[in-house]
């Protein structure tokens, strides 16, 4: 019994010394180890933060997760998760209490179902609380990526050119002049590896996209939609359609299509705001799906461009 | 349900608080196979109607197996093995015949691909051969009425049990029936071995969730096509990584199933023995999964004759088991080519005499340490890419993608790589430290390692994922 009782002890005050270290250390750029922990980050970000603080949400995929926070319109967050649906934002919304005046509805893979793990493991009844009250636990402050933050930071003032690069791949806030020189650079040179991959990757995607959707599961897809969007249309939030440009040929594909019309079906353009198609030759893909960093960032652009004219217009109504 | 989630703790508090009333204290067995049986259709319900069904053959045959006529005792072991493996055949093995023996278009192929794979199968399955094989061999002893008793309602109760008490039914360690119903009786709270339970428990789901969990995450790009841009760097470090990770993983789970056993006063069989410190991979199959490996050695191996019909016996029965061990693992024939894999090697082991060989040298234990990890974790590639031609494209990638440019997020990966497999390189070091001064030395200061290790649970947990040897 002895080992048990100094081993809870030493866990204890280890927790303890750390929480203080963690108040001391200064804030410093989140590195995510994965896919996982980059949409845990995010969705914790949110939910411990200030949710109340933003008035527009986006939620999406992975797609729309490559979005350049830092440009924006200020008082946005992304709700957007790699390898997952529209439906975990939304269901973290509804579990915060949360109703922005306006969510953003990503299109693209609408066909795709939602995970009841993911808000499932946000919400862990053990570990919510917990969470919530110790921000030692929250997957930012791992003690790996509070040691990543700190050589990042070492980094920084050693090579900032190389340092720049990782804050760019990251999502993190570039510098102004980096951020313009970015949008404006071509797309970055590709390796033979990487040029074979992606061209595999884009000829399965355009297959994926020849073909309709599962119908069965679009349509279920597009109920679970409806019940959201009436929860939170009827709380007052406004709901906004857009599509993240993707290869030029799927942007024309039967799916997207199909769920274009079966959306405008469902969500009448007289009751929904739907924003302008982009052109997807104008952006360049890494996959045929994924916008490279380049293109997110002129993406991102484009789209706050959009949404402070709809901002504008509301106004004027 | 998993080990890593709010339910099984609330099961287990929930059975523990039950099971140890004195009041239900003649209720033990029930609330056991009640709460097991809870924890096995949590996911899927209807699966339960043939785990059920296969408990019943398994207590059925076994009774007649002690208690009919002496000339029909063969008779009903063979048909409750043989309806055991056609069980499993029909449900694990039905899609695998399905692709290789009919074309894709044809009912017969789509009806058996469809079949689902129940979970645990593999593991219940051998534990009802188990059972039976025990009692056919102690048919005329007294340990045959104490694995099957002469009131059925009894053997009803303690092979239930034994199948499905909840700590091993999904993923092992695969028990025998000789080391589980002899300890079916009644239990006391007093007993109860706290600290081998927090010992076990704190390593199992450190191993799991900070260890296992976080290497999933980088060895996620291990997946077909992503791997053909990995540099080859990239591609050995992931290698290893998925080797450190599942051990840790698969150690965890036995871990955790060991330590939660003890909470309801049963002792489960070790499964591993630092199975990375094996200097040939005949020690590896004593190190490595040990309830499987004695298993088929108990089962299969000495039964199909061992060593002792000859040399060419020998190697065939080396490889009959090794390849029908690789399939028991998964319905892909990449399996049966890594269980042949293994097979070989051990074949060649044994030819060459370094089967038990132990270098003199320690520079020559350190080479040996490091060839068996070696061929070992190229094996492991065919689980975690069960197709056979993209286990290959890696292999090929591997040595092709010899460019040693790698990106700042690769670093990231290859540093993630190293840091959470730093605790299994350790575990093993440990081991083969503990009876230096240091070693003794860091026993001393186990409580601190124990504190450090959920102190990491708590603060550094990987995203929680099912085990993988729930596929099996």
């Known amino acids: 019994m002895r080992l048990i009782v100094r081993s809870l002890l030493i866990a204890g005050l280890l927790l303890g010394g750390y929480s203080l270290l963690l108040h001391q250390l200064p804030a410093a750029l989140v590195i995510p180890q994965g896919i996982n922990q980059d949409n845990q980050i995010k969705m914790q970000q949110y939910v411990y933060g200030r949710p109340e603080a933003y008035s527009a949400v986006i939620v999406g995929s992975s797609l729309a997760a490559k979005l350049r926070s830092y440009a924006l319109p200020a008082h946005t967050y992304n709700l957007a998760f790699r390898g997952q649906s529209v439906f975990e934002g939304f269901e973290i919304l509804r579990r915060t209490g949360q109703v922005p005046k306006l969510i953003l509805v990503e299109v693209d893979v609408l066909d795709r179902a939602s995970d009841a793990s993911t808000a499932a493991t946000l919400f862990h009844p053990i570990m919510h609380p917990l969470r919530q009250a110790l921000p030692a636990l929250r997957e930012q402050n791992q003690p790996l990526n509070q040691l990543f933050g700190l050589g990042f930071r070492v980094l920084e003032r050693l090579k900032p050119a190389a340092a720049g690069r990782i804050r760019e791949k990251v999502g993190g806030a570039a510098l102004p002049s980096a951020t313009a020189a970015a949008a404006e650079a071509p797309e970055a040179p590709t390796t033979a590896q990487d040029a074979a991959l992606a061209l595999k990757m884009e000829q399965g995607m355009r297959q994926n996209f020849a073909q309709l959707p599962d119908t069965a599961m679009f349509r279920q897809n597009v109920q679970a939609l409806r019940t959201y969007i009436d929860y939170f249309s009827q709380r007052g939030s406004r709901v906004a359609f857009f599509e993240m440009p993707i290869s030029a040929v799927a942007c024309q594909s039967n799916k997207l299509n199909y769920m274009r019309q079966q959306l405008l079906t469902m969500f009448p353009r007289q009751r929904f705001t739907y924003l302008p198609q982009p052109d997807c030759q104008a952006y360049t893909t890494t996959d045929g799906m994924h916008l490279s960093d380049a293109s997110a960032l002129r993406y991102s652009h484009e789209l706050n461009r959009q949404l402070t004219l709809l901002h504008s217009l509301s106004y004027a109504q | ?472």
């Open chain 2, 1 to 472: 349900m998993l080990f890593n989630s709010f339910e099984f703790l609330v099961l287990v508090l929930v059975t523990l608080a039950l099971y140890y009333l004195p009041l239900l204290r003649r209720w033990q067995v029930p609330i056991l196979i009640g709460s097991s049986l809870f924890f096995y259709a949590w996911t899927n319900p209807w699966l339960l109607l043939l785990f059920l069904l296969s408990a019943f053959v398994n207590v059925a045959t076994s009774y007649q197996v002690v208690h009919a006529a002496p000339e029909r005792r063969f008779f009903y072991a063979a048909l409750g093995v043989v309806s055991n493996l056609g069980i499993l055949a029909f449900f694990k093995y039905s899609p695998l015949i399905g692709h290789s023996l009919f074309p894709d278009t044809s009912e017969a192929g789509r009806f058996l691909s469809q079949i689902p794979l129940p979970i645990g199968i593999s593991f219940y399955t051998f534990e009802g051969i188990s059972l039976l094989v025990d009692a056919y061999r102690e048919r005329d002893r007294h340990a045959a009425q104490e694995l099957v008793p002469k009131s059925i309602g009894q053997h009803v109760r303690n092979t239930t049990l034994f199948v499905a008490f909840f700590p091993h039914l999904i993923a092992g360690p695969i028990l025998k029936a000789h080391q589980f119903i002899p300890q079916i009786k009644p239990k006391y709270l007093t007993d109860i071995d706290w600290e081998a339970f927090f010992r076990a428990v704190v390593v199992g789901y450190f191993l799991k969730i900070v260890v296992a969990d976080n290497l999933k995450e980088q060895t996620f790009w291990i997946a077909y096509p992503y791997f053909e841009r990995q540099s080859s760097l990239m591609l050995i470090t992931m290698l290893f990584g998925y080797s450190m990770q599942i051990f840790a993983d698969f150690a965890g789970y036995s871990l955790i199933a060991i330590g939660v056993a003890h909470l309801f006063g049963y002792s489960l069989p070790d499964n591993f023995n630092f199975p990375y410190i094996s200097q040939s991979i005949t020690e590896f199959w004593r190190r490595w999964h040990i309830s499987l490996s004695s298993f088929l050695r108990e089962y299969l191996y000495i039964p199909l004759g061992g060593n002792r019909k000859g040399e060419t016996r020998t190697y065939l029965n080396l490889m009959v088991v090794m390849f029908l061990g690789g399939l028991w693992h998964g319905a892909a024939w990449s399996y049966a080519v890594w269980g042949s894999f293994h097979g070989i090697a051990l074949a060649v082991e044994r030819l060459s005499g370094q089967a038990n060989r132990v270098p003199r040298t320690v520079l020559g234990r350190v080479a040996a340490t490091l060839f068996t990890f070696g061929l070992v974790s190229l094996a492991w590639l065919l689980f975690r890419l069960p197709n056979f031609e993209q286990a290959l494209s890696y292999l090929y990638h591997m040595g092709s993608n010899r460019s040693f440019a790698i990106s700042g997020l690769e670093y990231l990966t290859i540093a993630c790589i190293l840091i959470y497999s730093l605790p299994v390189v350790l575990y093993h070091v440990w081991y083969l430290a503990q009876e230096s001064a240091v070693g003794f030395g860091l026993q001393r200061l186990s409580y601190a390692w124990y504190g450090l290790m959920l102190f990491l649970t708590l603060t550094n947990a990987g995203p929680a994922g099912s085990f993988i040897y729930f596929q099996f």
